[in-house]
């Protein structure tokens, strides 16, 4: 088995995931679930002045008969008392010592923040995440996003937070944010110990067609909430490299946003997170989906001759960056394998019409060419001089490995097109001329 | 012994019900979700009436069930029972790419059974013709799926029909000879007022040549439809035939649909004479009816049986002996009543399948059916249609691009045509017959529903989706060339 163990700027947990903040962290009851199925940490649900949530609150995007590949949430922060609330994390690390549990505050004023702050410390907790994140509700009241899309504010507040602060804290980042850095780098600046990301998008998930009202409703209205889920994944996969590769940044990452198995967890921390939170899959599937998170990873790592967590870390980091920096002489092009291929003809029409019209339909016999389910029928084949190295067919093909996108070797040198700019500028080569 | 009804009505209704049974709406949901709406897609090849079957699928999937329904009708107006009783395992489920990824087919036949049960349940009618008729009739012998097919294609183009049968109500065979558990005559009647709400008009109880003449009706209209299908069931021609309790299969079908089953006599150990699906059909609704042995005897072995294989496994699953290499030469009587067939083992000779010397013994029965083929109605249409051109097997001589007969305005579909075929076959030909007779009639073209050209490419690209798709014509051509 592969080292899973976890330190987060000080946090010490048995595996790196965490029960994120949310529905499946609001109690007692299901931290001792979350640590009995085996979770590493639990971050609770925001603590806060109690507040009063509505019904309903949960709204679920369906795709195709796929349930749940998003969610939509106008739920505010816990509804218990601090004292329930910090008495309750006492009594989880009194029988969880070795397990993580970090207390997620989001109050106002400096007083209030430097009260909650020691409360999270006196209770044990291991450390504190800062909600500057949450999209509906509590920014109305100068709070969550509000603060979280402001880094100037940001950065005040987690001075304040530090002022007090005995124990890691974690600022949690909005998405809902031109530009995340600039968050980031204000949680650095005040002194922040890691940052988690992302917090929930603002959206509707859905009109009811018949009332014309969006999900959730509430009494006749909607509210716009927070997005999550598998969906928003790309987004976070994204934010959370921007951040992991901002020199100026430099902070460990907790890496939240549509982490549903292994596979999503060995990504994010490829691409720059140290630890892994989940809540909506939880919410989905309960506690029990961690024991596959776990038992892949470690797979995964030991099929890489990796023996820790630390040898993935920001390993694809570096692989992204800015687009001027790409090949503009590599080239790729697709190639269908007839024998695997089931005469969909869904590569066909999906180049036809919505990329390059590089796939013909051709009369198979000629070629000795797959399906012969029905005689005559035509079957795809790639004009490869034609074709761009796009990628759709090979996305859009339903049949594993069918559609491959294989490199050509042109013969010409890398040249980036600040390699090309730089050509053109010295008259070592001509335009390239444009697509016919 | 006369034979006697053998089970109660609930029984009887019980063994009956649907083998098929309709989809619950999230059902077919996830099942219509399973589709990969590939292009120009086998399932659609593989539908002699060209269903956009991908089409109506994904409006499935998006609640759009109307629109389902109305992709399905407008390509076969008999969509709701071809839903039922079509051979879909043959056809577009056995085309179906899913069978390559070696998963399940997707259940085509159900959910169009989804798609159109949902519109005759709410009464929505999503065909509609012209307000205003073209001025040109045309006149329909047969009530059947060619008949009907043709009578709502050419209402739709805005002619007025007539559609003439000797049966008390339309729908053919649909309606009078499908085995229950695929379908109730219902459906099949639901489907004739659809038609009539499409402004076409029914005769019933017409016997052709009597009551009618063809002459007369091509004196009266611009153009006829011949769709009589079969006349009725081949004579065995050995001792006994006409005992009372020799029985044609499709009659006994038909009294299953047009009386109440506890009123339908049954015998105790019923013979079925026959190897195609109609036999099928008789042996296990005879079971179901509560016979204590049903037996197939069949001239020659399992292998030439023309039954469709899923049929031979259900009539296997339903209990349905089976007496292969065997025929009947005698039906045994006692006290004028049928006691047994004597039989006798086959062997083919030279080709031909002849009795075997000495090989005879009696099978004790109490009601034979024959389902050993239907007659052709070369007699009566030489005498209806004088200079009518048949091939030598009885069938109508036609175009097969148009339909059209070797009398001009005489255009032909159904088994009248083809000798024997699918429901789905019978559609498409009576559809493809009144776009024959606008062709003809007002010089216009008219053609399914298309896919998007692919005109304008450069090298001539090949395949379907030029300016009409690959449709199941193209594919028998195929299938001719081997």
């Given amino acids: ?436 | 012994m006369p034979i006697q009804p053998l089970l109660d009505a609930a029984t009887a209704a019980a063994n009956l019900a649907d083998i098929k049974p309709p989809l619950a709406p999230q059902e077919a949901r996830i099942e219509a979700n399973r589709c990969l709406f590939c292009y120009d897609a086998p399932c659609i090849m593989a539908c002699p009436t060209g269903i956009d079957i991908p089409t109506f699928i994904r409006k499935i999937t998006t609640d759009n069930v109307t629109g389902a329904a109305r992709t399905i009708l407008e390509a076969n107006v008999l969509g709701a029972s071809c839903a039922r009783v079509c051979p879909t395992a043959m056809l577009c489920e056995g085309a179906c790419v899913m069978l390559d990824l070696e998963k399940d087919p997707i259940q085509i036949g159900r959910l169009q059974r989804h798609a159109t049960d949902h519109v005759a349940a709410l009464g929505i009618d999503v065909l509609h013709a012209p307000a205003e008729k073209n001025g040109r009739t045309v006149a329909i012998l047969g009530a059947g799926p060619a008949g009907l097919g043709c009578a709502a294609e050419l209402a739709r183009l805005g002619y007025a029909v007539t559609v003439y049968d000797k049966k008390p109500a339309g729908g053919g065979l649909n309606t009078y000879g499908i085995a229950s558990y695929k379908m109730r005559p219902e459906v099949s009647l639901d489907e004739v007022r659809m038609i009539e709400r499409l402004g076409v008009a029914f005769r019933y109880g017409v016997e052709f040549g009597r009551d009618v003449q063809a002459a007369d009706l091509l004196a009266s209209h611009d153009a006829v439809f011949i769709g009589i299908g079969l006349g009725g069931g081949n004579r065995l021609g050995i001792p006994g035939e006409d005992l009372p309790e020799v029985v044609d299969a499709l009659d006994f079908i038909e009294q299953i649909h047009t009386r109440p089953l506890e009123t339908v006599p049954v015998g105790r150990r019923v013979a079925v004479l026959g190897g195609g699906n109609t036999a099928i059909d008789a042996v296990t609704q005879a079971k179901r009816l509560g016979a204590e042995t049903a037996t197939i005897i069949y001239r020659r072995g399992p292998g030439e049986m023309s039954a469709y294989p899923f049929e031979y496994d259900l009539a296997k699953t339903d209990g349905a002996t089976f007496l292969f290499d065997t025929a009947a030469v005698e039906v045994v009587a006692e006290q004028g009543h049928v006691a047994g067939l004597r039989l006798a083992k086959t062997a083919v000779r030279d080709g031909r399948v002849a009795v075997v010397p000495g090989t005879e013994w009696v099978e004790p029965c109490d009601l034979v059916l024959k389902a050993v083929g239907q007659e052709k109605q070369a007699s009566l249409l030489g005498r209806l249609f004088p200079g009518l051109e048949l091939d030598a097997r009885g069938r109508v001589v036609h175009d097969p691009a148009t339909m059209q007969t070797s009398l001009p305005r005489v255009f032909v579909g159904g088994d009248a045509a083809s000798g024997g075929r699918e429901v789905v076959n019978a559609v498409a030909e009576g559809t493809k017959a009144a776009r024959g007779i606008h062709a003809l009639l007002a010089g216009a073209t008219e053609r399914g529903p298309l896919q998007p050209s692919r005109l304008g490419m450069p090298d001539g690209a090949v395949g379907s989706g030029f300016d009409a798709p690959i449709r199941v014509s193209e594919l028998e051509a195929a299938l001719a060339k081997g």
Wanted: glycine share 10%.
């Fill in chain 1, 1 to 436: 088995m592969a080292d899973l163990s976890t330190d987060f700027a000080g946090i010490k947990s048995p595996n790196p995931f965490w029960v994120a903040s949310g529905p499946p962290s609001n109690t007692a009851y299901q931290a001792h679930r979350a640590f009995e199925a085996g979770w590493g940490g639990v971050v609770w649900k925001t603590i806060g002045e109690p507040i009063v949530n509505v019904a309903s609150r949960y709204s679920g995007l369906t795709l195709g008969g796929l349930k749940m590949a998003g969610f939509n949430n106008i739920e505010l922060i816990s509804d218990r008392s601090p004292e329930s609330n910090f008495a309750e994390i006492a009594a989880v690390k009194n029988r969880w010592p070795n397990h993580a549990v970090i207390a997620s505050l989001m109050v106002d004023t400096r007083d209030r923040w430097h009260e909650f702050v020691k409360r999270s410390a006196d209770c044990g907790a291991d450390g504190i995440e800062l909600n500057f994140g949450c999209p509906h509700g509590m920014c109305e009241r100068g709070m969550g996003s509000a603060v979280g899309q402001n880094p100037e504010v940001a950065e005040t507040i987690v001075g304040w937070v530090m002022e007090a602060a005995t124990i890691p804290v974690i600022v949690k980042l909005t998405p809902n944010i031109t530009n995340v850095v600039y968050a980031a780098r204000a949680a650095k600046r005040a002194g922040a110990n890691a940052i988690s990301l992302i917090n929930t998008i603002n959206s509707i998930t859905n009109v009811n067609l018949d009332t014309l009202v969006p999900e959730p409703t509430v009494a006749g209205r909607s509210s716009h909430g927070g997005y999550c889920g598998p969906a928003v994944k790309p987004i976070a996969l994204n934010m959370v490299h921007a951040c992991a590769a901002d020199p100026e940044v430099g902070l460990p990452i907790s890496g939240i946003g549509g982490i549903a198995t292994w596979r999503d967890a060995a990504e994010f921390v490829a691409l720059g997170a140290s630890s892994l939170q989940v809540c909506t899959a939880i919410m989905h599937h309960g506690f029990r989906i961690v024991e596959d998170m776990k038992d892949g990873l470690s797979a995964y790592l030991e099929s890489k001759g990796m023996r820790s967590l630390a040898d993935l870390r920001g390993r694809a980091v570096p692989h992204v960056g800015d687009w001027q920096q790409l090949d503009l002489h590599s080239k790729r092009v697709a190639r269908i394998d007839y024998e695997k291929c089931i005469g969909c003809n869904l590569c066909h029409i999906a180049c036809e019409d919505g990329a390059h019209q590089c796939i013909d339909l051709v009369d198979a016999a000629p070629y000795g060419l797959g399906p012969g389910r029905v005689p005559g029928k035509p079957v795809p084949k790639v004009r490869a001089d034609d074709c761009v190295g796009c990628n759709l067919c090979s996305i859009v093909c339903p049949v594993d490995s069918c559609i491959t996108m294989t490199p050509v070797d042109t013969g010409r040198p890398a040249m980036s097109w600040h390699d090309y700019q730089a050509a053109l500028a010295s008259g070592a080569m001509q335009p390239i001329p444009p697509h016919p």
